[in-house]
């Protein structure tokens, strides 16, 4: 069984909540606005746009009734001139609430929008220098197809202030042909957006184009298919556990809200536990793909997904049986496109539950008493394609009061010619053809509410005893917890050998044993930014140098590289931020965390990628008195009862 987020109100219906999720009606009432204050004309596109959610003191006082005034954030750019404005608007009141324009030299660029893309071939093949190139390769350039990625800054005084990308080929040899397969190495071109032209041509090298095959989709490649695996068939006979409200959700004892934007894809608001509050809003705010191969052609590669392509803009329509398995519940999202437009995502957001194996269980010696509850999960998702790569983004809310993240990373491998005699960089994954090594650095931004908004943050970890008095045997270790109390003490770095972890703490409340209630972030440590503390990607990814940052609630501060990442020139988000070394010990606090993967791409990662994975836990910690599951009934099922020999439990 599947349904749909109920469409009856979608178009037109005021929502009466000031999170709820974007209707269609908005995006036109905010098009059109703009365009009554005269600031849309034929040339000028929507770079951005999202709610502007309310400060969170006015959500919070927000009661069932009040009058809701629905905002929206529209970036504007000029295809023609390159200018931009940075506007807020009032779908509510139909008026333009604010406008300033973007300067971009200091401030960078507004994302790159599909309308550049779709230039990028026909800018490349009318360059004298790029058809050179190619045809001194012998490439038809009618074969190549573009890839336009995001330029960076560099010390390019020519690129001050301009829409820029640099743009490689890939080969395609039939229409069904998978490109990345047959990149065309050594070469690299710069395109200005705004002027329409190529400015720079980089031509280092022109090594054979790998002629392996990367159709993962051919029969022929995939070979015969595996036979011997059954169908499995997942069901709940009476249905859902959960329920769905124009975006709010409530399952167990959990009671939250979802929304969707166009930069952060799925977003979770005001979480509790009980009628607690945990978290007042998650998301993965930014995310950074910095590329190790220095070549002349190369050694700009680094993409901000999030700030610089608004990647969930391309979210999947999720199918059921292939992206989503059971009974499922899709969430429609709805966006604007290019020209201001409501755009719907149909079934961007899929919400199922999952069993998760056994949630506690104990056989007793001296009672025998044997019991066993099994856990199960509310699954949040949705999966986004953003150029070669694929990412899943699902959130995990458990029985017992846990909160996860997992990021799923997917899709084919960014692609370069290998050499004969190796690369330093990169691992041949086919004849010929080399993936350089990279890596996938997410931040995800959680403005903490745990039972209120005042909390605090210690570190706490494993400490080792020396031998001596009081531990004359050597087998002692105690807990270490160091409170963190104003923003520059509060950038850390995960460290597994003491099984370092975050407490995100409320000191106004207390447990029944006087300890105040928690919750812990249990990162899982891999490596952070491993470039050059000098170097432009450092600069403007210094999110990405730490595990951990915790900074004084501001509603202006949403993202961690800063509003503009395409071509900012570095410290704008956290570094500038903590400057102000603001105190953070019992105030309003938001945790910022990096976490991700360092990816030496294997022969297996080829043709298609298997799921790699990443994320996070969020843990009560002494924020229940006790086992806050005990309640779970036992599974009413005919394989398992209790008590009787050889009763199945799983794993």
């Known amino acids: 069984m599947t349904t749909v987020e109920d469409r009856r109100d979608a178009t037109t219906a005021t929502p009466a909540h000031p999170l709820a999720m974007t209707r269609t009606a908005e995006v036109d009432r905010v098009r059109e606005a703009l365009a009554a204050a005269g600031l849309l004309t034929e040339t000028v596109r929507f770079a951005f746009f999202a709610p502007e959610e309310p400060p969170k003191e006015q959500v919070l006082a927000h009661r069932e009734g009040d009058p809701v005034d629905r905002r929206f954030r529209v970036v504007l750019l000029d295809l023609a001139t390159g200018r931009s404005w940075d506007t807020v608007v009032s779908a509510t009141s139909g008026q333009v609430v604010s406008s300033r324009e973007i300067d971009p030299p200091r401030e960078g660029q507004p994302p790159i929008i599909d309308a550049e893309f779709e230039l990028i071939e026909d800018i490349l093949n009318a360059d004298e220098g790029w058809v050179a190139a190619l045809r001194k390769r012998g490439i038809d350039p009618a074969t190549v197809r573009a890839v336009p990625l995001s330029a960076g800054v560099y010390d390019y005084p020519d690129e001050v202030g301009r829409r820029i990308v640099r743009s490689f080929g890939f080969r395609q040899d039939h229409e069904r042909d998978h490109p990345w397969a047959h990149p065309i190495d050594g070469l690299v071109a710069y395109v200005d957006l705004t002027d329409r032209r190529v400015t720079r041509i980089v031509d280092v090298a022109a090594p054979p184009v790998p002629a392996t095959s990367g159709n993962f989709d051919d029969p022929e490649v995939q070979g015969p298919p595996l036979e011997s695996l059954k169908p499995i068939e997942i069901t709940q006979p009476e249905g859902r556990s959960f329920t769905v409200d124009d975006g709010r959700v409530r399952w167990g004892k959990w009671d939250l809200r979802i929304g969707f934007n166009e930069r952060e894809g799925l977003t979770l608001h005001q979480i509790s536990f009980d009628g607690r509050p945990v978290c007042y809003r998650a998301s993965v705010a930014e995310m950074v793909v910095p590329y190790a191969d220095p070549a002349p052609t190369r050694f700009w590669q680094n993409y901000f997904d999030c700030g610089e392509y608004m990647f969930a803009r391309y979210a999947d329509s999720l199918q059921l049986g292939c992206d989503c398995l059971g009974d499922i519940h899709y969430v429609d999202a709805v966006i604007a496109d290019d020209l201001g437009r409501p755009k719907t995502i149909t079934n961007a957001i899929c919400m199922h539950e999952e069993d998760y194996g056994v949630l506690w269980k104990h056989s007793d010696l001296f009672t025998q008493s044997r019991e066993v509850r099994r856990q199960r999960r509310l699954v949040i998702s949705f999966f986004t394609p953003i150029g070669n790569y694929d990412y899943g983004f699902y959130w995990y809310l458990y029985l017992d009061g846990t909160i996860q993240l997992e990021v799923k990373a997917t899709g084919v491998v960014f692609t370069a010619a290998y ?233």
């Open 419 to 651: 050499p004969e005699g190796g690369n330093d960089y990169a691992t041949e994954v086919a004849p010929g053809l080399g993936a350089p090594y990279h890596q996938h650095l997410f931040s995800a931004r959680l403005d903490m509410t745990v039972d209120g908004v005042r909390n605090a943050v210690e570190e706490v970890e494993a400490g080792p005893v020396p031998m001596g008095e009081g531990n004359p045997y050597g087998n002692a270790f105690r807990q270490r917890r160091t409170r963190l109390t104003r923003e520059s003490q509060a950038q850390r770095r995960a460290d597994g050998s003491v099984v370092r972890s975050w407490h995100i703490i409320n000191p106004e409340k207390r447990n029944a044993l006087g300890r105040p209630v928690g919750y812990a972030l249990l990162p899982e440590g891999k490596a952070t930014l491993l470039a050059d503390p000098a170097s432009s990607i450092h600069a403007r990814a210094t999110f990405a140098t730490n595990h951990l940052w915790v900074t004084r609630y501001d509603p202006a501060q949403r993202y961690p590289a800063g509003d503009f990442v395409n071509q900012n020139p570095g410290g704008a988000g956290l570094p500038a931020w903590v400057q102000a070394d603001r105190d953070i010990d019992g105030e309003d606090v938001v945790v910022w965390h990096t976490f991700g993967t360092t990816h030496f791409p294997r022969p297996e990662d080829w043709p298609v990628m298997p799921v790699d994975y990443t994320g996070f836990t969020l843990k009560p910690v002494g924020f229940f008195d006790r086992n806050p599951a005990l309640d779970v009934p036992p599974t009413r099922s005919a394989h398992c009862h209790a008590g009787q020999e050889g009763a199945g439990d799983g794993h």
